[in-house]
């Protein structure tokens, strides 16, 4: 929304010369002027978090983004995040845009306050988020030995230990499975029985634990 334009100089108007209103404005000490126009500290503009990104974009050589000048900073977002600033043509330290920060990766801008770090822990440059881990993971090359170690940690079941009495029972069991079902004595030494057994043992010992955690 564009309000009455401001009075500058010589009794005229300047028509390009927008105050922007929304919830997120950020006030900061510039000309009445559109932001491809040179900034001066001679009269008071308005600016949205959505246009501090755009010029943060589009006008590097005016605008940037500061470090935190804190010392004692113990919040990890400071690691990507930073004060907007303008820089102003007569050489000096660039001027800090107070209320809002900006990412120093992708210039995404936010109102702030000084003890509101959480939610910036969320934004997804910062590589301690979720989403900046599983990217990170999905682009690590991958080689076919990266692969078979992965498959064979979900194929290979892991060999448990029996106790004699467990022992003696299984190997009653197959001298009865033997003897009934007419099977070779070799059988039991089949590799694909024993994958098949042990694969067995295991979810039963699965169960066991998650029972007696009940």
Not at 28 to 54: D, K, N, W
């Amino acid at each position: 929304m564009y309000s009455t334009p401001n009075k500058v100089s010589g009794g005229s108007y300047s028509p390009r010369s927008p105050i922007i209103s929304s919830s997120s404005n950020i006030d900061l000490t510039s000309p009445t002027s559109t932001p491809s126009t040179p900034i001066r500290t001679s009269s008071h503009t308005t600016y949205s978090c959505a246009q501090i990104e755009t010029l943060l974009k589009k006008e590097k050589d005016r605008f940037v983004v500061i470090k935190n000048p804190n010392k004692k900073l113990t919040s990890a977002c400071w690691q990507i995040f930073g004060f907007p600033a303008i820089i102003h043509s007569n050489g000096g330290s660039p001027e800090r845009i107070d209320k809002v920060v900006s990412c120093r990766e992708c210039y995404k801008t936010y109102s702030f306050t000084s003890n509101s770090t959480r939610f910036l822990l969320d934004h997804p440059c910062n590589p301690s988020t979720p989403t900046k881990r599983s990217n990170t993971l999905a682009s690590l090359p991958s080689s076919p030995s990266v692969l078979q170690r992965s498959i064979t940690a979900f194929t290979t079941p892991k060999k448990s230990k029996l106790n004699d009495i467990t022992k003696s029972k299984i190997k009653e069991l197959e001298a009865r499975w033997i003897c009934e079902d007419m099977r070779p004595f070799a059988v039991v030494d089949d590799p694909g029985f024993r994958r098949f057994a042990q694969e067995l043992i295991s979810i039963g010992k699965i169960i066991l634990i998650r029972m007696k955690s009940m």
